[in-house]
């Protein structure tokens, strides 16, 4: 197994696994230790099966069962199924289930089928974008908690003429909302990261309203900065492993074909 840096901020390739032995604990042993260094990892993995997949996970901890998103059936239900022709996409910059108490810590998302363009994923390295910060930000933002709720998806949906007010309601009822600090320590690093997302962060808590806004606007521009940024351009076979803790995402809708993904997530 070799690993190889892919950019500066985050990102490294993962090649030459005999998938045909499978993964030992120390090989994932190594990919967790990759994982923590790099932030993102692009695995190849053309012949890799389910259930290889899965054990992958459970290496890291509990699997989830999305309660959004179909899965594969009986045997695979924590192998989440997200296919372009169901409308299933994420063209937004977010980490996975920001609006509950306990996200997702790990994300592994497998590609199936691609189009012949388009369709990259790109990452933001939140470590990266809190060192970026000036020393007296960093003091200011540090201890401040912010909401993040699943019906601003509904609201941006609104804005943008492809929802109503009644979608809106119906997902602010469902209470799907949870405070997380707006810097983050990772629990296995140390290192601090910026945790807020343009499409879950509501406001800042314990702020003046004009305030919080103010300086989720100026956020919300500094972590798009390209010196914290990896885009990937998916292969065939790829599957991307990313920390939920450390990055986050965005899938580029700037295709037209199929594109079909076999996503697990670790709750840990």
Same mark, same amino acid.
């Given at each position: 197994? @070799?690993?190889?840096?892919?950019?500066?901020?985050?990102?490294?390739?993962?090649?030459?696994?005999?998938?045909?032995?499978?993964? !030992? +604990? +120390?090989?994932?042993?190594?990919?967790?230790?990759?994982? *923590?260094?790099?932030?993102?990892?692009?695995?190849?993995?053309? &012949?890799?099966?389910?259930?290889?997949?899965?054990?992958?996970?459970?290496?890291?901890?509990?699997?989830?069962?999305?309660?959004?998103?179909?899965?594969?059936? !009986?045997?695979?239900?924590?192998? !989440?199924?997200?296919?372009?022709?169901?409308?299933?996409?994420?063209?937004?910059?977010?980490?996975? &289930?920001?609006?509950?108490?306990?996200?997702?810590?790990?994300?592994?998302?497998?590609?199936? @089928?691609?189009?012949?363009?388009?369709?990259? !994923?790109?990452?933001?390295?939140?470590?990266?974008?809190?060192?970026?910060?000036?020393?007296?930000?960093?003091?200011?933002?540090?201890?401040?908690?912010?909401?993040? *709720?699943?019906?601003?998806?509904?609201?941006?949906?609104?804005?943008?003429?492809?929802?109503?007010?009644?979608?809106?309601? +119906?997902?602010?009822?469902?209470?799907?909302?949870?405070?997380?600090?707006?810097?983050?320590?990772?629990?296995?690093?140390?290192?601090?990261?910026?945790?807020?997302?343009?499409?879950?962060?509501?406001?800042?808590?314990?702020?003046?309203?004009?305030?919080?806004?103010?300086?989720?606007?100026?956020?919300?521009?500094?972590?798009?900065?390209?010196?914290?940024?990896?885009?990937?351009?998916?292969?065939?076979? *790829?599957?991307?492993?990313? *920390?939920?803790?450390?990055?986050?995402?965005?899938?580029?809708?700037?295709?037209?074909d199929r594109r079909l993904m076999h996503r697990i997530s670790v709750i840990g």
């Amino acid at each position: 197994m @070799q690993i190889t840096r892919l950019n500066g901020a985050l990102g490294a390739r993962v090649s030459q696994i005999d998938w045909t032995a499978g993964l !030992t +604990a +120390a090989q994932m042993d190594t990919i967790g230790a990759a994982l *923590d260094e790099y932030g993102v990892l692009a695995v190849e993995a053309a &012949e890799m099966r389910p259930e290889q997949h899965v054990a992958l996970g459970q290496h890291f901890g509990e699997l989830e069962h999305h309660e959004f998103f179909d899965n594969q059936g !009986t045997g695979s239900e924590h192998i !989440t199924v997200l296919d372009s022709t169901r409308g299933d996409r994420a063209n937004m910059w977010h980490v996975d &289930e920001q609006f509950l108490a306990n996200p997702p810590i790990i994300t592994m998302t497998h590609a199936i @089928q691609l189009p012949p363009y388009g369709g990259d !994923t790109a990452f933001i390295s939140l470590g990266a974008a809190f060192d970026g910060l000036s020393p007296g930000m960093q003091r200011y933002l540090d201890g401040l908690s912010a909401l993040h *709720d699943l019906g601003k998806i509904a609201e941006l949906r609104w804005q943008h003429g492809n929802a109503d007010g009644t979608l809106l309601a +119906a997902e602010v009822s469902k209470g799907k909302y949870a405070s997380h600090p707006v810097v983050l320590t990772h629990p296995t690093t140390g290192r601090k990261g910026i945790y807020v997302s343009p499409t879950y962060t509501r406001w800042i808590e314990a702020l003046p309203p004009v305030e919080a806004k103010a300086i989720l606007d100026f956020l919300f521009v500094h972590l798009q900065k390209p010196e914290f940024a990896y885009r990937h351009r998916w292969q065939t076979g *790829d599957m991307l492993v990313w *920390d939920n803790r450390a990055v986050m995402h965005y899938a580029a809708l700037d295709f037209a074909d199929r594109r079909l993904m076999h996503r697990i997530s670790v709750i840990g």
